[in-house]
């Protein structure tokens, strides 16, 4: 089955620093790549589509140039959260669609001290 | 729009039975059903596109209802291993919204007890 490989499953990182997380497709293309974030007892709300080669678009409210989405390929979409604060601790996952439909990556806990 | 899920929680005993509702304003392209251990992505259920549509295995089936903005989720017999928090995430019909893009629910959380 399609498998979205997401790296890291977990970061800690400081105030102030900037983190990127990886999403890469490993047995299919993904024409589009969905991330979403999902705080503590909360749904998953997206955050931003990027489709390979293309801008992302993101969702009302969330700051693209805090949030870089990158997607040079179509196997691999990057989120940076730049200049990181506490209030972005956050699991972060995406999705991707392909031939196979939709599927979760394991997720990344962030954790911003 | 984010669409309705009810109830916000749910605590069974093993083999008993459980539904779990979807409810949009508008209808609906698609429903997606996933559900979430603590600390894990989603993981995937079904999907259901037809108005009237009905599907999955003996003890965890959906229906979608024929004007498309209602939707069930139906837990029987269950076990242990169905606690967790149970999404619908919902396409929306006319309006440009691209595919794939997903609108979650609040999430139903599932305990089940021995």
């Known amino acids: 089955g399609a498998v979205v490989s997401q790296h890291p499953s977990w970061v800690i990182c400081k105030s102030g620093t900037s983190v990127k997380i990886e999403c890469r497709s490993l047995?299919?293309?993904?024409?589009?790549m969905f991330w979403y974030r999902q705080f503590p007892k909360q749904s998953l709300m997206l955050m931003a589509t990027?489709?390979?080669?293309?801008?992302?678009?993101?969702e009302q409210g969330v700051e693209k140039d805090k949030f870089l989405i990158n997607h040079a390929s179509l196997t691999l979409s990057t989120l940076t959260v730049t200049s990181a604060h506490p209030e972005d601790s956050s699991f972060y996952i995406c999705?991707?669609?392909?031939?196979?439909?939709?599927?979760f990556g394991s997720g990344t806990r962030l954790t911003v001290v | 729009q984010q669409p309705v899920q009810s109830p916000q929680a749910v605590i069974l005993r093993e083999g008993e039975d459980a539904v779990i509702n979807c409810s949009s304003s508008?209808?609906?392209?698609?429903v997606h059903w996933y559900r979430q251990k603590h600390g894990e992505a989603p993981v995937f259920l079904m999907i259901?596109?037809?108005?009237?549509e009905q599907k999955g295995h003996e003890k965890i089936s959906a229906s979608f209802n024929e004007k498309k903005q209602q939707s069930s989720l139906y837990l029987t017999a269950s076990q242990l291993s169905y606690s967790g928090t149970y999404f619908c995430?919902?396409?929306?019909?006319?309006?440009?919204?691209?595919?794939?893009?997903?609108?979650f629910g609040q999430g139903t959380i599932l305990t089940v007890h021995p």
């Open positions: 259901l596109l037809k108005g009237g």
């Open positions: 508008k209808a609906l392209y698609s």
């Open positions: 047995d299919f293309q993904a024409t589009t």
């Open positions: 995430g919902t396409e929306g019909g006319a309006g440009g919204t691209s595919y794939g893009k997903l609108t």
């Open positions: 999705s991707a669609t392909g031939n196979y439909g939709y599927t």
């Open positions: 990027s489709n390979e080669g293309s801008k992302a678009t993101y």
